[in-house]
């Protein structure tokens, strides 16, 4: 029923009463609102947290390969020698438990195409030196895979880190020679004949490489 009022001042009296209570339960609702909220964080950390616990990361591997290889020109002695480059291109979908994997393996050449074995000249020093290249079409417009028998255009890259040399003497037993930060004088791990299995470790942006090539002194 619709309350009379006596005095305007009665009428106003009122008034401020319902907007303060009207105030009292907005404010009510607000904090419940945020417990609510709050509370639904907190399960879904806990269901994040217990899913990393059971199942750990997931690794979704592409079908395709990963399609802006880079060239790598390796020589030794400034002669180039032929080797192998696997890609391994990683990005994060969702961070600590999806990530999205695409690879990449080629075989550029080096002065002797005929054989993965390069034949080290008898020499006093051998210095290991590594060049990354990213392939453009002709047009230099677009990106595209780096592939042997393709004709394009060749960009230097500045970005690419060597991290690790890795070097193996082959045999019965095999005999590992150094495994360390890379460096370029490889002189005093391959002093002995036989053949000589090389791997150095590559990143740049979200992609590490392994180069491959095997070293044969007489």
């Not at 990449?104 to 008898?122: A, M, N, Q, R």
């Not at 002093?191 to 590490?208: L, Q």
């Amino acid at each position: 029923m619709k309350k009379f009022y006596y005095s305007k001042e009665e009428m106003i009296k009122d008034a401020k009463v319902d907007s303060e209570k009207v105030l009292v339960d907005y404010n009510s609702t607000v904090k419940e609102s945020k417990k609510s909220k709050k509370k639904v964080v907190f399960i879904i950390l806990i269901g994040i947290i217990l899913f990393k616990v059971i199942i750990g990361t997931i690794e979704f591997n592409s079908p395709f390969e990963y399609s802006k290889n880079r060239l790598y020109k390796v020589t030794v002695n400034k002669t180039p020698i032929t080797v192998q480059v696997i890609d391994h291109y990683r990005t994060v979908v969702v961070p600590f438990f999806l990530y999205f994997n695409a690879y990449h393996k080629d075989t550029f050449l080096g002065v002797d195409s005929d054989s993965i074995y390069y034949l080290v000249p008898e020499d006093k020093k051998y210095v290991l030196t590594i060049e990354s290249y990213s392939c453009y079409s002709k047009n230099k417009e677009r990106q595209i895979e780096c592939q042997v028998e393709d004709n394009f255009y060749e960009r230097k890259n500045h970005d690419t880190v060597y991290t690790n040399l890795y070097i193996r003497k082959n045999g019965k037993p095999e005999k590992e020679m150094y495994d360390g930060k890379f460096i370029k004088n490889i002189t005093p791990y391959i002093n002995e004949k036989g053949v000589y299995y090389v791997r150095v470790d590559a990143e740049y942006e979200n992609v590490s490489s392994k180069l491959e090539f095997f070293l044969k002194q007489k």
